[in-house]
């Protein structure tokens, strides 16, 4: 056993905060339950397509706060996406996920919502 202390997780995008919240609510379900979701810039309402895909598996999305680099210093931050502030979190992972237009078909969105749900699970896993 090492003596290495991980810090909490932090998701944070800057595209309304579907993608942290997403990120943040698969990391509940695997066991990291302080995992926090940040928005960089205005939160929008969670996207349709991670609503139904996190029910589908019986997860529900946290709430996501403000970005705020206070918390940051505290947290193991990935930014999901890109955004502006990516350079604001020098030491973030960036992991490059992205979501359909709320304009694309249903079938669309669900079908890449649920990849993103298990890649995400797949990068926390491995990190």
């Known amino acids: 056993m090492t003596g290495k202390t991980?810090?909490?997780l932090c998701f944070i995008d800057a595209q309304g905060g579907s993608l942290a919240r997403f990120g943040a609510a698969?990391?509940?379900a695997?066991?990291?339950a302080d995992a926090i979701?940040?928005?960089w810039g205005d939160e929008k309402p969670l996207a349709e397509d991670v609503a139904t895909v996190l029910e589908e598996v019986s997860m529900t999305?946290?709430?996501v706060m403000p970005f705020d680099n206070a918390l940051t210093s505290k947290h193991s931050c990935i930014w999901l996406g890109d955004g502006p502030g990516v350079?604001?979190?020098p030491n973030a992972q960036v992991w490059a996920f992205s979501?359909?237009?709320p304009d694309e078909p249903v079938f669309d969105r669900l079908v890449t919502a649920r990849l993103v749900r298990d890649r995400?699970?797949?990068q926390i896993r491995s990190a």
Request: glycine share 4%; aromatic share 0%; hydrophobic share 60%.
């Open 99 to 101: 979501l359909p237009s």
């Open 26 to 28: 698969v990391a509940h």
């Open 37 to 39: 979701a940040l928005v």
């Open 6 to 8: 991980s810090l909490p």
């Open 120 to 122: 995400i699970a797949q």
């Open 61 to 63: 999305a946290p709430a």
């Open 87 to 89: 350079a604001a979190v």
């Open 30 to 32: 695997l066991g990291h």
